[in-house]
């Protein structure tokens, strides 16, 4: 499936790229739910975390620690940031490719939104 976050990695569409190496690109959600909203998305193609295999459980180990590096970087780790992985239509995935959004800058409610 071709979606949004192929054409930001392939750079045919912008996108404002906060992070990236050789396996993930993360960049700024374009309707962020709060002050930082960031999205961390692997270079392969899976389309839910569902569809994710075990020989490819790394996967997930690297967008968490690059969001954390991100964090620290940024200097919101010490104050705290949240990070969700949605799946599927009913948990809210609306691009059907894995990808971690982390949020920060404000103090955030039960579901994510900001206080």
Known sequence: MDTIFHKIIRREIPADIVFEDEHVIAFRDIA?????????????????????????????????????????REGFAEDGYRIVMNCNGDGGQTVFQLHLHLLAGAPLGHFGTAR
């Open 32 to 72: 962020p739910q709060a002050p930082v909203h960031v999205l961390f998305v692997p270079k392969i193609d899976i389309a839910t975390l569902d569809d994710l295999q075990p020989s490819q459980s790394e996967v997930v180990g690297h967008l968490a620690l690059a969001a954390a590096a991100y964090a620290r």
